[in-house]
Structure formats: structure tokens, C-alpha cells
């Protein structure tokens, strides 16, 4: 596997104050030539063919922007990367392709896939990563920018069918309750495609998860019905440590004395107050005429 080389490149500013001056002074020795002899001398021609050699060291100036490398290339082989930024001088004969270092990010298309239950569900994600290896990411794949987009899709189609999109199982991960531990394993994923083409994942988060549209409708009823479920159920927990502390506390501080029956219906009238969904309506016993 081919690995960056770091190539120290001349100044630029240095190269060119040479090649300005030597131009200068072959411009300066023609016309000298052609004005002492009247004519083209063997000087003056040899001026002229120094001009086309002038010129061509001058191609080997290139400018190296911050967070930019150049590649280097020589008949196909790899020399090395230039990474200070300024006006730089190498061999004219090398082809030095730009490569940016910046930080960058997209966001993946929705993916539709079926999670670990079966169920269609939508998923995107958005994937901010870099190239931190120049020579892998020229040579080692064939477009760095499109393979990490490719990869990073198939990474999220991948992690969409390891997880449920919701679980009320206590200790099973899900994509919508565990969101920290799946963008976690999202970016190790990634990364791990992303290796052998020279680039760093910095940060990989989930930004669209959803139901498929065929079976949102049906989630979202079953969702209402596992809350009312667990609302119900800890209203009646609740409900049955009330009766309880009053049914105590009247026999502790011996208000009233109250049989079996009583007991039970006094169970009864409270655990309607408290676990009914709408307003109880208070009945007033005013007595029998017999």
C-alpha cells in the first residue's frame, strides 16, 4: 500500500528572483550583441536558446493554498506531497495535482431498510470527515470522494439492519433510544471502510430516522398503545399504594372501623377515582325513608 511521502519543495520567491534576473540579463546580452555587431552574434543566438530554458523552469513554480497538498508525479511515479503553503519551485517535468485537506461533510440519501425486526424504516446520516493521507487517497482508490459517499451509505444500510427502531426490552440497544451508541458505531464503521483511502471520519450522526411511509400509520398507533400501556400501568401502581397508605392509616389512628365489605368497596370507589380517564361525579347519601 503506497504511503504519503512529504517532498520539501523550494521557495518559490527565491526560484523566481533567479529566473527574473537571468531573463533580464539575457534580454540585456542580446540587445548588447545585436547592437556592437549589427546582427544576430553567436551571443545574441545564444541568448535566444537560453529564453526557451528560462521559460520552462519558470512551469515549475505552483502556489500551495493553507490546508492544501500538492502530488507530485514523475512519468507515473510517485515523488511525494507538498504540504507549505506559499509560492513553491519543483521540477517542471512534475505533475502536481491539488488535493484539499480541508474538512468536509455530506449528508448520506435516505436509505429505505429493514431493521432487525423486519420493519421498513428510512435512514440518513451526515458524515464529516478529511484526507489525511494524500498518497492513498490519489492511488489507492479510483475517486477518494465518491468512495467515501458509497461506502458511507453502505455503512448506514448496514448498521439500519444490526438494531430494531424501537424497544421497550430492558438492555437491547435500539436506534432511536441508543442515539449517542449508534452515531459511536456509525463512525467506527465508516472509518473502517474509509482506511485504505486515506481519509479520517471526525464525526458521524444520524439525521433522519422514520418509519417507511407504508407503515408509519400502524407504528404510530402501536406507539400510542405501548404508551397508554405504560401510563395506565403506573396510574395503577399508583393508585394501589394510595388505597393502601389510606386503608392504613384509617386503622392506625382507629377512625373508623371498617368490616371486610367495606373494606372492599371502599377499594373499589377509590381505585375508580383515581384510575378513571374523565371526572368522577360525587353521589350524596342522604339516608333511607325506611
Given at each position: ?68 497538498g500538492r502530488v507530485l508525479q514523475?512519468?507515473?511515479r510517485y515523488v511525494g506531497t ?44 451526515v458524515v464529516v470527515w478529511k ?160
Open positions: 500500500m503506497l504511503k504519503e511521502r512529504v517532498h520539501v519543495a523550494s521557495s518559490g520567491w527565491l526560484a523566481l528572483a533567479v529566473l527574473s534576473t537571468a531573463l533580464a540579463a539575457v534580454v540585456v546580452l542580446f540587445l548588447v550583441d545585436v547592437a556592437d555587431n549589427g546582427q544576430i552574434g553567436f551571443l545574441g543566438f545564444t541568448m535566444l536558446l537560453s529564453v526557451p530554458i528560462i521559460v520552462f523552469l519558470l512551469v515549475g513554480l505552483f502556489v500551495v493554498n493553507p490546508n492544501e514523475l512519468f507515473g507538498v504540504k507549505d503553503p506559499g509560492l513553491r519551485w519543483a521540477n517542471p517535468l512534475f505533475t502536481k495535482r491539488r488535493l484539499s485537506l480541508r474538512v468536509r461533510n455530506f449528508e448520506t440519501e435516505r436509505s429505505k431498510v429493514n431493521d432487525v425486526d423486519g420493519n421498513p424504516i428510512e435512514m440518513a446520516a484526507v489525511v493521507d494524500t498518497a492513498e487517497a490519489s492511488f489507492e482508490v479510483d475517486d477518494y470522494e465518491n468512495f467515501v459517499q458509497v461506502q458511507s451509505e453502505s455503512a448506514v444500510r448496514n448498521l439500519a439492519t444490526r438494531y430494531p427502531y424501537d424497544t421497550r426490552e430492558a438492555g437491547r440497544r435500539s436506534l432511536r433510544g441508543d442515539t449517542e451508541e449508534i452515531a459511536g458505531q456509525l463512525q467506527t464503521e465508516i472509518q473502517g471502510r474509509l482506511d485504505k483511502a486515506g481519509v479520517e471520519v471526525i464525526e458521524a450522526r444520524i439525521t433522519h430516522l422514520a418509519y417507511a411511509a407504508e407503515i408509519a400509520a400502524a407504528m404510530l398507533q402501536r406507539q400510542q398503545a405501548g404508551a397508554i400501556v405504560a401510563a395506565r400501568t403506573e396510574l395503577v401502581d399508583g393508585a394501589v399504594g394510595m388505597v393502601e397508605m389510606a386503608l392504613d392509616r384509617l386503622s392506625s389512628q382507629q377512625i373508623v372501623e371498617l368490616d371486610e365489605e367495606r373494606k372492599a368497596t371502599m377499594v373499589s370507589n377509590l381505585l375508580v377515582v383515581l384510575c378513571g380517564d374523565k371526572s368522577t361525579q360525587p353521589v350524596v347519601n342522604t339516608g333511607s325513608l325506611y
